[in-house]
């Protein structure tokens, strides 16, 4: 029996929890065993999947601040690995800080690409922490890439990115895509229909308000379109505001006067998200940097007209599914929701090659090729 070491101490929120998550919830059956390690704040997340072959590890020192989560990977946990006997270390957080027993197989993914775009990063102001973190986090995440055995590309830019700087990296490399939360598929069944849901007839965004996620763009966007060409629908902005960014978008959407055409909802609960794709009469993804966009392939699967980043790995996913637009430049937009916003035929065919598209990715098939890769 294979027994596979999970690193979860890093999966605090967002997409490292929802990734692994899926990962377990559609893992298959054969001869092996999972040891998960977890933190103290998200071990509940994962006390559903326990089991004969799966087993929960919590240590005190690990579930501490950064130091000590480091000294405890350092110091302890290769000889946690050793004594356990295990077959694999994976580390999908992308970090692989370890020397792990010369009998274990070390493998990383890698699914943070804003430490690789030094543009994305200029954004932030010269002394603040996420310049420094992301800077760092480039020479640590390449330093992992090159100590693991086997490192899990979750796209193909991806995967071209890190070969810049390890020209062999594709040797000890394979890509596995994320899959689609089925939640988000449309179909005449399952879409919310309710009559009395707050908004209608207009465009939404759902991302979290950051630097390389163009909000400030879509909301100069918007001014040409109302106050030159008297467009009236509305431009809803879903999600965090974590950075001194989100009030820079909150400052600009008062100062064009657009509180009634650009309207900041907030973050919104994920299961709550599928009504607001499904009411939406277009959706747009304007993120200049990703990975994997998960929230891409969420609207694509909503089987709406979606108005996309031209910025990579966003073609990659969409295909011919989409229509693209640089973000950087928000006279592009302009034009295709001019031209597109009442083109009834047109949002129909690329809404249906949308759908198509997303259901091209799927959790059962991402699980089956993960562990695979992990085992082999």
Request: negative net charge; aromatic residues 14%; proline residues 4%.
């Amino acid at each position: 029996m294979k027994k596979i070491f999970i690193n979860a101490l890093s999966a605090h929120q967002g997409g490292g929890q929802t990734y692994l998550l899926n990962l377990f919830h559609n893992r298959p059956s054969g001869d092996y065993k999972i040891f998960l390690l977890v933190h103290k704040k998200n071990r509940h997340l994962f006390e559903t999947f326990t089991a004969e072959n799966f087993e929960l590890i919590e240590n005190e020192l690990g579930s501490g601040n950064i130091v000590q989560r480091v000294l405890f990977e350092k110091l302890f946990l290769p000889k946690l690995l050793k004594q356990l006997n295990i077959d694999i270390y994976y580390a999908p957080g992308g970090i692989m800080n370890i020397a792990v027993p010369s009998s274990c197989k070390s493998v990383v993914a890698f699914r943070n690409m804003l430490p690789f775009q030094k543009e994305s990063i200029a954004k932030y102001p010269f002394l603040s922490y996420m310049r420094f973190r992301n800077t760092l986090l480039r020479y640590v995440f390449l330093h992992s890439f090159q100590k693991a055995d086997n490192v899990i590309f979750i796209s193909k830019y991806a995967q071209q990115v890190i070969q810049q700087f390890i020209p062999d990296i594709s040797k000890k490399s394979t890509v596995i895509y994320h899959g689609l939360n089925e939640n988000f598929i449309y179909s005449a069944d399952t879409v919310d229909t309710d009559s009395s849901f707050a908004y209608h007839d207009y465009y939404l965004y759902v991302s979290t308000l950051d630097v390389y996620k163009s909000q400030l763009e879509l909301i100069e966007s918007w001014k040409i379109l109302s106050k030159e060409h008297g467009f009236t629908k509305p431009l809803l902005l879903v999600g965090p505001k974590d950075s001194y960014y989100g009030e820079l978008v909150i400052e600009k959407i008062k100062e064009y006067d657009l509180d009634h055409l650009v309207i900041y909802i907030g973050n919104v609960a994920y299961d709550e998200l599928p009504r607001y794709y499904h009411h939406a009469d277009a959706i747009i993804y304007a993120s200049v940097c990703e990975n994997c966009p998960n929230i891409l392939l969420e609207s694509m699967a909503s089987q709406k007209m979606i108005y996309c980043s031209d910025h990579q790995p966003m073609p990659e996913f969409g295909q011919d599914g989409v229509v693209y637009f640089d973000p950087q430049k928000p006279s592009e937009l302009v034009k295709l929701v001019l031209r597109y916003d009442t083109d009834t035929e047109s949002n129909t065919m690329y809404s249906g090659k949308a759908m198509i598209q997303a259901q091209k990715f799927d959790w059962t098939k991402t699980a089956e090729e993960t562990f695979a890769y992990l085992r082999g």
